[in-house]
């Protein structure tokens, strides 16, 4: 048997020891999970043990809990010698074969919904007008979702238009003010100054102090 670290140290991942064994030992549910990964499984422990899984003593085994506490008696020494010197390598897929038929979550899941369907009240039958306007509602649910989601769509569309002229507007603004700090824009204010002037003055002479 192989393993990565000493088998009495407890593990959060033991289906990674599993896989990296060729046998389990144990009882309980670490049986169940040697043979779910297709490893030869030998049932013992403290209490008891019944040697190596198979197909034939499996239906006892199993009736037992895979406790071994009714199923054999408790391997000493040179019984464990002797069973681990009968190991089959042809074990493991016999195991993941008895798993599959046995302890599929299918199999479970079809046996359950059959207890519930037995313990469950009588259902009592809908009248199709509750359910006529339960399908109305959701009718109008969906249209009045299909239409929030579409002025969603323009409204996330306006509000692209806007940072889009937003854009637009700070380097207009930016191209003034480098047009306003040119020579060139310096020079025509200055020179436009005497006809600004002249327009203020009124056609009777006078001078209007209005801009």
């Known amino acids: 048997m192989r393993a990565d670290r000493p088998l009495r140290d407890p ?16 009882s309980g549910r670490a049986i169940l999970e040697g043979m779910a990964c297709g490893r030869a499984t030998l049932l013992y422990d403290l209490r008891g ?8 003593n499996y239906p006892s085994i199993e009736a037992d809990g895979f406790t071994g506490h009714r199923t054999g008696p408790i391997l000493d020494g040179a019984g464990l010698r002797a069973e681990l010197s009968a190991y089959d390598a042809e074990m493991g897929p016999a195991n993941r074969d008895i798993m599959l038929a046995h302890h599929s979550s299918r199999h479970h899941a079809v046996e359950l919904i059959g207890l519930m369907k037995e313990i469950a009240p ?6 199709p007008e509750p359910l006529q ?6 009718a109008v649910s969906w249209r009045h979702e299909a239409a929030a989601n579409e ?5 996330s569309q306006l509000r692209l238009r806007v940072e889009e002229l937003e854009g637009q507007n700070w380097q207009l603004n930016r191209r003034l003010e480098v047009m306003r ?3 060139r824009y310096r020079l025509g204010t ?8 002249w327009r203020r003055v009124r056609g009777d002479g006078s001078y209007s ?3």
């Open 133 to 138: 306007e339960m399908a109305r509602l959701q």
């Open 49 to 56: 043990g019944h040697g190596w899984v198979t197909p034939e």
């Open 209 to 211: 102090q209005d801009p």
């Open 122 to 127: 009588p259902r009592r039958r809908i009248q």
């Open 190 to 197: 200055m020179l436009a100054k005497p006809a600004d002037l």
């Open 181 to 183: 700090s040119s020579r």
């Open 11 to 26: 593990d959060p991942e033991p289906e990674r020891l599993i896989a990296n064994a060729d046998i389990v030992i144990g």
């Open 151 to 155: 002025r969603e769509r323009e409204a």
